[in-house]
Every structure is written in structure tokens, then in C-alpha cells.
């Protein structure tokens, strides 16, 4: 039976195999040896060589790297219960991307688990415009843009402002030319799919949540090429989701195949409304304010992103099942959610611990009282 270790063995010629099958194989114990000691340098070779990468770096490396980077705070570990590889590749992945501004959003989100966003306020300043380079987006706002009069003094603004010299670190001014604002989103956004909304105490109306309580309607993140509002899990702003809507249904009118998707609404979007089995389009969408549950016209379905609300136009609610797809905001992975959970559940052994004789004539007449169950 040929091994491994015969692999220098089998690449002498025929008549020294067998010369040495008639001496009891000496030659090939000896090429055994050897083909051993050769697999021990062909490892240590292709070990340096997946040495020089983070990605494949043995754990005691890792330092090594990290120090030629300059990262601080790294020391070897012994273990591999906890690896700082991360912590290096991301230094690594830092430096080679360009941009200030994105490498703090970067980082910030890495460090906190947070959505972040970083702010360059020198580029939000009112500046005094050379008539050879005109640039009209920062010399004076329109008082016309509703949406953009809308995101004033927020992490999205982009109306210029006078230059403010006090301090930002007491939050006093931002709007200084070396000033840099992070803003952070402790609340993280978590999708629900086909989820149970709850009918409200109108029969035409009802809840995303499936408690039936108020709750705003969170952004699933998207790409880098969507805009920076949509690229953070944060609430959906009423006011973009209606324009979102409306000009969906301008630039698509009347065409027979428009897209599903528009940046808030659609299967693959926040969120989504199934009536009686069949997607509600985007085209039938109307963003409206429903805290007196107002119905919407003839063969639209109104939705409240700030109230979590739906209403339905007369004659029009679902006769069938209703389904919707959203994202709701919570600060943490706490009680139950649409995350796995089972690493944190105590084992369920199935079986019954006690059983209680509930009944006329039995050991209890009625259900059990509350201390009754918390003896059980």
C-alpha cells in the first residue's frame, strides 16, 4: 500500500525498488524518513507565506503585523478563544481607504455597533461667491425646498450657514471650518417579514406592530450608492416617505412593467403590505397622516411611517388575510425579536412537570390562581 511518505520513494527508478524489495526495503525506510522531514519545510514554507496576510496569518503573528501597522494596544495571545485579526484588518482596510469623513462613519459604526455618520462642516458654510466659480448650493437657501428646510440643524442638512466659532465640544457651535460632527443612532432598526398586523378599533384601519401600539417605521439600510439619509437604520422621515411616493408615481405613470422597488417601499425595501395574498404596489401607496384614521381615496392604501398605521378606502379592506413587512427600532438584541436567540435560551426538556386537575370535581374548580402556576 502506498503512503505519503513513499511519495520520493515511487520517483526512483524500478530497479532500485526492487533490488531493495530483495534487502528486506532498507532504502525505502530511510526515503521515509526523509519525505517526513521534507513535508515539515513544504509546511513551514507555506506558512511564511500565509504569514504575510492578516486573513490567513497563524494568531501568533497577529501582533506582528499589527505593530509594523503601528496599532496600538495589541499583545499575544495564547488562546484562540478571542482573536484581535479584526481589529488589524480593519487598520488595514482603514488606510487604504480615502476620505476623512468616511473612515469616522466607518469607524464609529465599528466601535459602537451604531449607525454613525460623520459631518465636515466646512462644507455646510455660507461662503462669499467668486464670479468665476459660482456656487449658488452655498450661498443663500431656498425657502422653497420644503424637504431640505425639513433636515435643518440634523445630520442630513445641507443648507448653508454664517460660520458659529464657539466650541463644538460643549455643543455650543458646529459650523466652523475645522469642525467634524458624528452623529450616532442608538436605536437600531430589526425587519419583521409577514408579520401579523393588528386591526384597530376601526374595522378599515390597522397596526404594523402586532401589539397594536403606535411605532415608527424604521429604514432597512442600504448601499453606499443610495443616499446617506437611506443608508443608515434610523426612522422613516413622513415627509421623504411622501415624496418618495409621489415621485415614484409621477415618473412611472402609465407605464405597463415600472419597477417594484421604490427607496422606501417594495419587497425589497422597509417595508411592504400584502392584502388578501397579492403585493399592494407602490403606485396604490399614499403617505398620509392617520391619527384620526382617515380613509384614503378610491384604490390607494394610506400609511402613517411615523404612527405605524394603515387605513384602507371603503369597500376596499381585505377580505382574505392582511401581511405586512416593516422595520421597527429597538436599542438592543432583548427579549424576543427577529434575531437568534437559541445561544441564549436555557435548554426546554420536554415533558410535564406537574399536572394540575382543573374542573367541577376535581382538585380545582376553576383555572389556577397566579401563586397556584408559580408553584408549578
Not at 437559541?342 to 390562581?369: C, D, F, N, W
Request: charged share 20%; with cysteine.
Amino acid at each position: 500500500m502506498t503512503t505519503e511518505s513513499d511519495h520520493l520513494y515511487e520517483l526512483l527508478p524500478v530497479v532500485y525498488r526492487l533490488r531493495d524489495a530483495e534487502r528486506g526495503e532498507p532504502l525505502r525506510a530511510l526515503m521515509a524518513i526523509i519525505s517526513d522531514e521534507l513535508a515539515t519545510v513544504e509546511a513551514d514554507i507555506t506558512g511564511l507565506y500565509e504569514n504575510w496576510f492578516i486573513e490567513t496569518s497563524d494568531e501568533w503573528v497577529v501582533p506582528y503585523i499589527g505593530d509594523l501597522l503601528g496599532v496600538r494596544g495589541l499583545n499575544t495571545i495564547k488562546t484562540t478563544s478571542f482573536s484581535q485579526r479584526a481589529y488589524v484588518a480593519n487598520t488595514l482596510f482603514y488606510r487604504r481607504r480615502k476620505g476623512t469623513a468616511w473612515i469616522l462613519s466607518k469607524l464609529a459604526k465599528d466601535v459602537t455597533g451604531w449607525s454613525a455618520l460623520a459631518v465636515e462642516y466646512f462644507q455646510r458654510l455660507q461662503t462669499t461667491q467668486y464670479m468665476n466659480h459660482i456656487r449658488l448650493f452655498n450661498f443663500m437657501p431656498d425657502l422653497r425646498d420644503t424637504n431640505g428646510l425639513n433636515l435643518i440643524e440634523g445630520p442630513f442638512d445641507t443648507l448653508p450657514h454664517t460660520a458659529d466659532v464657539r466650541h463644538i465640544n460643549n455643543r455650543r457651535g458646529k459650523h466652523n471650518i475645522r469642525n467634524v460632527g458624528i452623529f450616532l443612532w442608538r436605536l437600531q432598526n430589526y425587519a419583521l417579514v409577514d408579520a401579523d398586523p393588528r386591526q384597530a378599533a376601526v374595522g378599515y384601519g390597522w397596526h404594523f406592530s402586532s401589539l397594536g401600539n403606535p411605532a415608527l417605521l424604521f429604514n432597512e439600510p442600504q448601499g453606499e450608492g443610495a443616499s446617506q439619509e437611506q443608508q443608515v437604520g434610523a426612522a422613516i422621515r413622513p415627509l421623504d416617505f411622501m415624496i418618495d411616493i409621489r415621485d415614484y408615481q409621477e415618473k412611472y405613470a402609465g407605464q405597463p412593467n415600472p419597477p417594484v422597488d421604490s427607496r422606501y417601499y417594495g419587497p425589497a425595501r422597509s417595508l411592504l403590505i400584502v392584502k388578501d395574498g397579492v403585493d399592494v404596489t407602490t403606485s396604490e401607496i399614499i403617505c398620509k397622516n392617520l391619527s384620526t384614521w382617515d380613509r384614503p381615496p378610491a384604490g390607494f392604501v394610506a400609511v402613517d411611517v411615523s404612527r405605524g398605521r394603515i387605513t384602507f378606502a371603503t369597500g376596499e379592506e381585505p377580505t382574505d388575510s392582511l401581511k405586512v413587512s416593516y422595520n421597527y427600532g429597538f436599542s438592543a438584541d432583548i427579549g424576543g425579536g427577529p434575531y437568534e436567540r437559541s445561544e441564549r435560551m436555557a435548554q426546554i426538556v420536554p415533558g410535564v412537570i406537574e399536572e394540575l386537575a382543573v374542573g367541577a370535581g376535581k382538585t380545582y374548580a376553576h383555572s389556577p390562581t397566579r401563586s397556584q402556576i408559580g408553584r408549578m
